[in-house]
């Protein structure tokens, strides 16, 4: 499915879908600016940008993460349900060496796959998971490097 | 109570995340010692430093747990895929939101109607679409969490049914917004009550569509909804010293006992990768299956619109 979407892709960017999207994620960007005050990757604007990467996955949940202090929980968990497609989007504010990485785990907390992959050194700005086992996941985040982090993590689905 | 927090530890959380859980239900469980009254109502509300502790002690593990709820726009996308009929008379008639006088009845039925509207908006139903955030919006306000549903913007997008997808993500995200808002304020109750009454609703639509025709996936749906259940009872029981969550607590465990017979057996195969066009795929070789009798399919459903109908009139 997701393979024949990609091929599609430049038939997707020029559809009446996308205009559609961001003509509503322009609105609440002018709208919806409740949290004034928040760095850049807190704020409204920073999260409808990166939402554009859901493409046509529903939004879901958004997971924002400024600066972690030590100790602090980097992990969430989410009910994913078989037959259900899911879209986890990395977005960062694309420092060099400070990239955002997300790892998922099934519910043994066994990982499933990272958006960096450690032989080819490649960053990857979503995962793609068609679930076929329902069950708790885990969504585990770090940062590269130790400049200022800053980023949103979001979860999108679909299901055909 | 003990068992599911066993099962919890087992299969959800970490050593050190399941310690601190632990902490925290001892903690509440003894302050629950000392009781209510027996003529205490069911919408007395607790004092608000005895909420705020609550939220403090729990912070993480309550937030662990609201993130972990599916949305309830999953289910109604799959009633939609697997050929449901949009059927709007099941779903919690705005009328009803003057009944809604105390902050507890009003956060629970915000999630009743978060689901209803998560539903009109995947069937496109948009003209619909207004009357449902109208009543959020008025009992968000009620909450003072109204600030997070922009009407204006809303009723713009609802007036045309191809707005659909913009309607459900500002929607969405509103929601998301003024969940995060009463976790910082330390109004964490609110947030668990209005995921609650998402998921209840979820389940009553996903039950009422079942009656008519169980097609797989909605049993299946159905099904699953226990390890939800279950993550649910633990925050719920959070707060089980206030009258109006111990009541809900207690139709939930009538649930939770039905779905202790419904098992889920796995079985475990390595996952692979592969990029497409840039992307990055995983290949899941795992799988699932939900071992669930009619009989027990049938209960579940009656014993869903009961709670349903106590729980929302």
Redesign the interface.
């Known amino acids: 499915m997701i393979i024949k979407k990609n091929n599609n892709f430049f038939r997707y960017v020029f559809s009446k879908k996308l205009k559609k999207q961001l003509l509503g994620i322009s609105i609440a960007a002018f709208f919806g600016s409740l949290n004034t005050g928040f760095a850049q990757c807190s704020s409204d604007a920073f999260l409808d940008n990166c939402s554009s990467a859901l493409e046509d996955f529903t939004f879901v949940k958004s997971f924002n993460y400024e600066n972690p202090k030590g100790g602090k929980k980097n992990e969430y968990s989410y009910v994913f349900s078989k037959g259900s497609m899911y879209r986890i989007v990395v977005c960062d504010e694309n420092i060099a060496d400070n990239k955002m990485i997300i790892s998922l785990f099934d519910r043994n907390h066994k990982l499933i796959a990272s958006s960096f992959d450690k032989k080819t050194k490649k960053h990857y700005p979503t995962l793609n998971y068609p679930c076929s086992a329902t069950g708790v996941y885990y969504i585990e985040y770090t940062f590269q490097g130790d400049k200022a982090k800053c980023g949103i993590n979001i979860l999108g689905f679909n299901k055909n | 109570m003990k068992t599911t927090v066993n099962k919890y530890i087992n299969?959800?959380i970490?050593f050190k995340k399941s310690i601190n859980f632990l902490s925290v239900v001892a903690l509440l469980s003894m302050i629950s010692c000392g009781g209510g009254t027996e003529n205490e109502s069911l919408d007395a509300e607790l004092p608000a430093d005895s909420i705020a502790s609550a939220a403090n002690v729990s912070g993480?593990v309550l937030?662990?747990l609201i993130?972990?709820?599916?949305?309830p726009?999953?289910m109604a996308?799959?009633i939609k895929?697997s050929g449901g009929e949009y059927n709007e008379r099941i779903l919690n008639n705005t009328d009803n939101v003057d009944k809604y006088n105390n902050s507890y009845k009003q956060a629970f039925n915000i999630g009743i109607y978060s689901a209803d509207l998560g539903y009109i908006n995947i069937y496109e139903k948009t003209m619909s679409t207004m009357s449902y955030v109208s009543a959020i919006k008025t009992l968000a306000d009620q909450i003072k969490v109204g600030?997070?549903f922009?009407f204006?913007?809303l009723k713009?997008?609802a007036s045309n049914s191809?707005?659909s997808?913009?309607?459900?993500?500002?929607s969405?995200?509103?929601f998301?917004?003024m969940d995060s808002y009463l976790r910082e304020q330390k109004r964490g109750e609110l947030s668990v009550l209005i995921i609650t009454g998402a998921w209840l609703e979820g389940l009553h639509i996903a039950s009422e569509v079942a009656k008519v025709k169980a097609s797989d996936?909605i049993v299946?749906?159905i099904g699953?909804q226990k390890?939800?259940l279950n993550?649910l009872l633990l925050i719920v029981n959070l707060y089980n010293k206030i009258p109006y969550f111990a009541n809900v607590a207690a139709e939930l465990e009538k649930l939770k006992a039905l779905y202790d017979q419904v098992t889920?057996t796995?079985?475990?195969a390595e996952?692979e990768?592969k990029?497409?066009?840039?992307?990055?795929?995983?290949?899941?070789?795992?799988?699932?299956k939900?071992n669930m009798t009619e009989a027990q399919l049938k209960k579940i459903i009656e014993t869903t619109t009961a709670i349903r109908t106590q729980l929302v009139h």
């Not at chain 2, 997808?165 to 500002?170: G, Q």
């Open positions: 299969k959800h970490s993480d937030n662990d993130q972990s709820i599916p949305s726009v999953e996308t799959v895929v600030q997070f922009d204006a913007t713009n997008l191809k707005n997808d913009s309607l459900l993500y500002i969405m995200s509103s998301n917004k996936d299946e749906k699953e390890i939800v993550n889920i796995y079985e475990y996952p990768t990029e497409v066009n840039g992307q990055l795929v995983i290949v899941d070789n795992s799988t699932s939900i």
